[in-house]
């Protein structure tokens, strides 16, 4: 009897750590990669976020943006008795409205999750605070819907983790208020090892149960396994619920959604995406749908970045970027925004492979504090199309002034201080006349869009 007990409990620790193991192997000696005196940080220790409530207390709440003026909030418990429900009002401890709605649950190899809860709320009115309580149990938590209208501040954090450095990006990136929280792929790094699913949780939960964080996914959330798991994302699909049937998408690794006067696109690039996948049919009909009237500004996001000197993953984007960025360019999307490399760098706008006015800005932003360390390694001498590149953690903010403006800033984590590190004014592409007159359709024929 009590070896049949030992092998339930430590044979599959053992299995999972010896095939999926959370920690890094040996890291490279740091090297300065750039002229300054700001000397890089190693890697830290993972952050270990024990469940303190009770088996029917939520845990590892998180909202997130679906459709106009609505909110889903997604939580778990231990206890499968727990009702799916959200009780929310305007005035602390008072709750005017009670949503119910569903939940799932799943199994990884020997790890059985909690019950997953996905609660739709609304409709909301803007900028406005909810005190909300889930389940009719435990704590009160409480958000800001964005506004209705500019300005609206982003927050872009990729690779996240759950390390000493992803806490001191996020309590950097809490000490100034912001709308949205977007992450373009990598959030735990549980690389299968499930409990590290629930950690992450744990960890990004005062952030993310006040303000919306949109995801999309990295190749830390693919955990396919060959026969048993062949297809992947079964962890993150049950966590992270994203708006992609709002959208028109049919997948939760592609969708869209708008805030604010902007649209948002994220893109998956750990699915198909050739010109024959319904993700690039997506994305083609997803495009031809907005209005730039209504939403001036529109960013993209994706894991693998389609352009980088860096010499870490070194071209993995460019079969996708070689697929979609017809697409992208014709739409005159403003931004896109990369993960995967873990480094900070931005270039100037680009259309294949060319500085190009009418092209997006790529910036990637993969440095929030993932357990692997920093990309250290840069191509010498540098692409005349990257303007700023620096090997540190960190995290960037994007302030939509108004349909004309933005200000991007990225700030370094440096230990007690986020240091504004590198920022720059951008100009939406909606007010170039010159770029709408030389916008092509597929069959070549121009498309005038001088009313913009």
Request: charged content about 25%; overall charge negative.
């Amino acid at each position: 009897m009590e070896n049949n007990s030992w092998l339930k409990h430590f044979f599959p620790l053992l299995l999972t750590f010896f095939f999926f193991s959370p920690f890094p192997l040996l890291q490279p000696s740091l090297a300065l990669q750039s002229d300054d005196n700001y000397v890089r940080q190693p890697p830290r220790q993972i952050v270990d976020t024990p469940h303190r409530r009770s088996k029917s207390d939520p845990q590892q709440v998180h909202i997130s943006l679906v459709g106009k003026n609505y909110m889903r909030v997604t939580w778990i418990t231990d206890d499968k008795n727990v009702e799916s429900k959200v009780e929310y009002g305007k005035v602390s401890g008072k709750y005017d409205a009670t949503v119910v709605g569903e939940h799932t649950s799943y199994h990884y190899f020997f790890y059985s999750s909690g019950k997953i809860h996905h609660v739709k709320i609304g409709p909301l009115e803007a900028a406005t605070t909810y005190y909300y309580r889930c389940g009719g149990h435990g704590p009160e938590f409480s958000f800001k819907t964005p506004p209705p209208n500019f300005p609206i501040e982003f927050v872009v954090v990729g690779d996240l983790g759950q390390t000493e450095w992803t806490a001191s990006t996020l309590t950097h990136v809490d000490s100034k208020d912001y709308d949205v929280f977007l992450l373009p792929g990598d959030l735990s790094y549980a690389d299968s090892h499930q409990l590290l699913w629930d950690s992450f949780g744990r960890l990004v939960e005062p952030y993310a149960s006040r303000r919306p964080w949109m995801v999309t996914e990295g190749n830390h959330e693919v955990e396919t396994f060959p026969i048993i798991y062949p297809h992947g994302f079964k962890a993150y699909n049950a966590r992270w619920l994203m708006p992609y049937e709002e959208s028109g998408s049919t997948s939760n690794l592609y969708y869209s959604f708008d805030v604010s006067g902007c649209h948002i696109i994220m893109l998956g690039s750990y699915t198909d995406f050739d010109q024959d996948s319904a993700q690039y049919k997506w994305l083609e009909s997803d495009l031809c749908k907005v209005d730039r009237m209504k939403t001036p500004w529109v960013m993209v996001l994706l894991h693998a970045p389609w352009y980088n000197t860096n010499l870490a993953h070194k071209g993995e984007g460019e079969s996708m970027r070689k697929s979609m960025e017809d697409l992208l360019y014709k739409a005159r999307v403003d931004v896109v925004f990369a993960g995967h490399v873990h480094a900070y760098e931005r270039f100037t706008r680009i259309y294949d492979n060319k500085a190009d006015p009418c092209g997006p800005v790529y910036i990637t932003i993969g440095d929030g504090g993932n357990r692997e360390g920093l990309a250290l390694m840069f191509e010498n001498p540098s692409s005349e199309l990257s303007l700023y590149r620096e090997p540190s953690f960190g995290h960037g903010r994007l302030r939509i002034v108004d349909g004309t403006r933005a200000h991007w800033s990225w700030h370094r984590n440096n230990d007690s201080d986020a240091y504004v590190a590198d920022e720059i004014w951008l100009e939406n592409l909606t007010k170039s006349k010159s770029c709408w007159l030389n916008t092509q359709d597929n069959d070549g024929s121009k498309v005038n869009k001088d009313e913009l």
